[in-house]
């Protein structure tokens, strides 16, 4: 019997890839091609759903020149991508709005109105505090674009767009899978419908959007005239997929529950698996996406552009350092690392604030990036070491309001997947701050594994996705919480609690003199 492998595609926010993998879940092949972000203003970002299409097209040929795997061999295509934008389609299939990123954040208006509108009722209903969600953004095209907006038959994901142009579908086939749900503000979470409360609450039509479908549901198949762009053979079918963090999730093996998941990426996001729908109407932080095995969920949080912060402190500040890093042919951030590693827990008394592009949950886009508490004696690697801890501060928020909705579970280990998992440092510091076993996953692009395994069973090559991801997912360092910094950062961790609280009426005020 011939050998089968999924192709798949990953529309991120700095990055698009596309892999051929095995199902063993080996990565055969991979290539990516930097994303097209365009900034027309100030907390404006957009990106042009042809230039996304056409780059999966590149990427998807050149994955499989790469793999040196016959087109033959093919058998599913399965498309991930970024969660918590919105585009719309006509029936045509054609795109009549760009890309609405979910690091934008002009729809901040339309935040405030659905709170006032019915804030409880929206929690407890799709599961998603009211922040980033698509909700607000929908509401932006109806009254700030009501021309495009009239022109919108269905609200679409670009994984989906992708898919669908890939498949050749109209309007009327639009679809959505589960795994986005929570983000749409749209849906009964727990029955998995829309909802004509929350529709009514909007005054957004349920028309609007897509049908509801699972992960691994076939959309379609490869056209002829796609498949000579893209190297492929016509017929390919093509899975729904799932939402890039639900990939990831799945693709580390976070499929019990009492796991904890970090996924230290662009954002920089905390999750954990649990059996039950608990919506945090109280903090209004804690998102509940359905789980990819819909028995289960899975709670999470994240700093929008949590590791931007990163690769903003070294484009702005460590130009000597790349340059030095260059000369000893390892990464700048090896070095940063290196220095920050010598200092102790604290950063010497600096702290920093990581939502330089507000704070998404809870939601509060007047929030800004801060350091506080330098001096004469702090040097780079200060300012550096106290953006690694902020983002662990901020998880331990997370991880306690995930053991106050569910004080009957247990978590005791965290899987750390992203780039940013890379850095010895950043785990050992996430280990000591949230007082839990830390073990880093040994596979960067656990995204791309996740959902080969969902688009092979979609085609009915696998029949247990949750037992087979767990063959295939290996951790390899283990860091355990040193019990002396353990009680040094939970002082930290208290003060870092506090200083967001204190300083909100001074970020609201800049914020009000930046939009005069």
């Known amino acids: 019997m011939t050998e089968k492998f999924v192709i798949v595609i990953d529309l991120g926010t700095n990055s698009n890839k596309a892999g051929?993998?095995?199902?063993?879940?080996?990565?055969?092949?991979?290539?990516?091609?930097?994303?097209?972000?365009?900034?027309?203003?100030?907390g404006l970002v957009e990106q042009d759903p042809q230039t996304m299409y056409q780059a999966s097209l590149e990427i998807i040929s050149s994955a499989l020149e790469k793999s040196k795997?016959?087109?033959?061999?093919?058998?599913?295509?399965?498309?991930?991508?970024?969660?918590?934008?919105?585009?719309?389609?006509?029936?045509?299939?054609?795109?009549?709005?760009?890309?609405?990123?979910?690091?934008?954040?002009?729809?901040?208006?339309?935040?405030?109105?659905?709170?006032?509108k019915g804030n409880k009722e929206y929690i407890n209903t799709c599961g998603m505090p009211v922040t980033i969600s698509h909700a607000a953004k929908m509401l932006w095209w109806k009254k700030e674009r009501p021309k495009a907006y009239d022109k919108i038959h269905k609200f679409i994901l670009p994984a989906a767009y992708v898919a669908g142009r890939l498949a050749n579908l109209?309007?009327?086939?639009?679809?959505?899978?589960?795994?986005?749900?929570?983000?749409?503000?749209?849906?009964?979470?727990?029955?998995?419908?829309?909802?004509?409360?929350?529709?009514d609450l909007l005054?957004?039509?349920?028309?609007?959007?897509?049908?509801?479908?699972?992960?691994?549901?076939?959309?379609?198949e490869l056209?002829?005239?796609?498949?000579?762009?893209?190297?492929?053979?016509?017929?390919?079918?093509?899975?729904?997929?799932?939402?890039?963090?639900?990939?990831?999730?799945?693709?580390?093996?976070?499929?019990?529950?009492?796991?904890?998941?970090?996924?230290?990426?662009?954002?920089?996001?905390l999750g954990g698996c649990v059996e039950d729908f608990r919506p945090d109407v109280e903090n209004e932080t804690m998102i509940f996406p359905r789980a990819i095995n819909t028995d289960y969920w899975y709670p999470l949080s994240f700093v929008g552009g949590g590791g931007l912060?990163?690769?903003?402190?070294?484009d702005t500040f460590a130009q000597k350092e790349k340059e030095i890093a260059k000369k000893r042919d390892i990464d700048p951030y090896e070095l940063l690392n290196e220095r920050a590693s010598k200092l102790p827990p604290g950063s010497d008394g600096?702290?920093?604030?990581?939502?330089?592009?507000?704070?998404?949950?809870?939601?509060?886009?007047?929030?800004?990036?801060?350091?506080?508490?330098?001096?004469?004696?702090?040097?780079?690697?200060?300012?550096?070491?106290?953006?690694?801890?902020?983002?662990?501060?901020?998880?331990?928020?997370?991880?306690?309001?995930?053991?106050?909705?569910?004080?009957?579970?247990?978590?005791?280990?965290?899987?750390?997947?992203?780039?940013?998992?890379?850095?010895?440092?950043?785990?050992?510091?996430?280990?000591?701050?949230?007082?839990i076993e830390y073990l880093k996953v040994d596979e960067e692009d656990v995204g791309l594994k996740g959902l080969a395994i969902i688009a092979a069973k979609g085609v009915g090559l696998i029949y247990n996705m949750e037992e087979k991801i767990n063959k295939i997912v290996k951790t390899t360092t283990t860091y355990q919480p040193r019990q002396?910094?353990?009680?040094?950062?939970?002082?930290?961790?208290?003060?870092?609690?506090?200083?967001?609280?204190?300083?909100?009426?001074?970020?609201?005020?800049?914020?009000?003199?930046?939009?005069?």
Not at 350 to 366: C, E, V
């Open 20 to 42: 051929v993998v095995s199902l063993d879940g080996e990565i055969i092949s991979k290539v990516s091609k930097e994303s097209q972000l365009t900034y027309p203003a100030p």
């Open 69 to 116: 795997v016959s087109k033959k061999q093919i058998a599913a295509i399965g498309v991930t991508g970024q969660m918590a934008g919105i585009m719309g389609i006509d029936k045509n299939w054609n795109p009549v709005t760009h890309y609405d990123s979910w690091l934008d954040n002009r729809c901040k208006p339309y935040i405030k109105e659905i709170k006032e």
């Open 170 to 199: 109209d309007g009327d086939e639009a679809f959505v899978d589960h795994s986005y749900l929570h983000f749409t503000g749209m849906v009964d979470a727990e029955k998995m419908e829309w909802s004509k409360k929350l529709s």
């Open 203 to 220: 005054e957004v039509p349920i028309e609007k959007m897509p049908k509801i479908i699972n992960p691994w549901d076939v959309i379609g």
């Open 223 to 269: 056209t002829q005239k796609e498949a000579d762009k893209c190297g492929l053979q016509a017929g390919i079918p093509i899975i729904a997929g799932a939402g890039d963090t639900a990939a990831s999730f799945f693709g580390t093996g976070l499929t019990e529950p009492g796991e904890l998941i970090d996924v230290a990426g662009t954002a920089s996001v």
């Open 309 to 314: 912060c990163l690769r903003w402190f070294r």
């Open 350 to 435: 600096i702290l920093f604030i990581p939502h330089l592009a507000g704070r998404t949950f809870p939601s509060n886009s007047s929030v800004k990036g801060s350091w506080t508490g330098f001096s004469w004696n702090h040097k780079k690697e200060h300012f550096y070491r106290a953006i690694l801890e902020s983002i662990a501060f901020e998880y331990n928020y997370y991880l306690d309001i995930i053991k106050k909705l569910f004080p009957e579970m247990t978590f005791t280990q965290v899987r750390g997947v992203g780039g940013g998992s890379c850095s010895d440092l950043w785990n050992q510091i996430k280990a000591d701050v949230l007082g």
């Open 484 to 516: 002396k910094y353990v009680k040094v950062y939970e002082e930290y961790t208290n003060i870092y609690n506090q200083m967001i609280s204190d300083l909100n009426s001074t970020f609201t005020k800049l914020d009000q003199i930046s939009d005069i």
